[in-house]
């Protein structure tokens, strides 16, 4: 499985940004996508995650609100919608699939995950 992440880039503090992440190699449907972030210095951080069984969204708590997940299976896209965007958004942004349907304690955990993309550097000055 490839994962291709792309929709990053330079944005003001308040503004909105998409980032999408197309899998190829294998239908993701029935597995849990999610993305992650890690900002310089830090660790890598769960943002938030879809099952595919039955759609069910896993938040990051301090993101909620302001970040939304979907995907298309049709397309075997996966999307992360970026709202209010502040300065400490600033990081590298990473989808990941999991092989299976993931309960939400797992599906924060980026070990749940087995294929990860390459990232796309998401910069929001102030």
């Known amino acids: 499985v490839q994962l291709q992440a792309s929709g990053g880039g330079l944005v003001q503090a308040g503004d909105s940004l998409r980032l999408s992440c197309a899998a190829s190699?294998?239908?993701?449907?029935?597995?849990?996508t999610g993305w992650f972030r890690q900002a310089p210095g830090k660790e890598r951080e769960f943002v938030a995650a879809?099952?595919?069984?039955?759609?069910?969204?896993f938040y990051n708590r301090s993101l909620k609100g302001r970040f939304t997940v979907s995907r298309d299976n049709a397309k075997n896209t996966m999307y992360l919608q970026m709202n209010s965007l502040k300065p400490e958004d600033t990081a590298v942004y990473y989808c990941a699939v999991g092989s299976r349907g993931l309960i939400q304690s797992s599906a924060i955990m980026a070990a749940s995950y087995d294929y990860w993309g390459q990232g796309t550097l998401v910069t929001v000055s102030s």
């Open positions: 879809m099952r595919g069984s039955d759609r069910s969204t």
């Open positions: 190699g294998r239908t993701f449907s029935s597995s849990t």
